[in-house]
């Protein structure tokens, strides 16, 4: 149970941190650009802390692909597709599709 927290937690943060990054980039004033420069390493330095968590339950040579494969699920479903309104491509679906069967079979 511990080890699914952390890892929605790395994935939380790591989302956070990536879709805060992309407003401080789309923002309009230094203040704004600032602020989510700020708001975003502050959200990276949880997902550290997360997988700093993780890795002290699991291997490293597990944890990592794990982490980054949930928080690129995140970042594309999360971020992109619900919060930004990007159009993702049936192709980058596919590969979500994939990565989430990698995350599956790499667990087991």
Request: positive net charge; glycine residues 12%; charged residues 10%.
């Amino acid at each position: 149970m511990r080890i699914i927290l952390l890892l929605l937690a790395n994935m939380g943060a790591n989302t956070a941190a990536h879709v805060s990054l992309k407003r401080s980039a789309i923002g309009m004033g230094m203040k704004s650009f600032l602020l989510w420069q700020i708001a975003g390493n502050l959200a990276a330095f949880v997902g550290v802390l997360a997988f700093t968590g993780l890795v002290r339950g699991m291997s490293l040579h597990v944890a990592y692909p794990l982490t980054e494969g949930v928080s690129a699920l995140g970042v594309q479903i999360v971020g992109s597709f619900l919060l930004f309104r990007e159009r993702i491509s049936l192709r980058a679906w596919a590969g979500t599709g994939l990565i989430l069967i990698g995350i599956v079979l790499f667990s087991l």
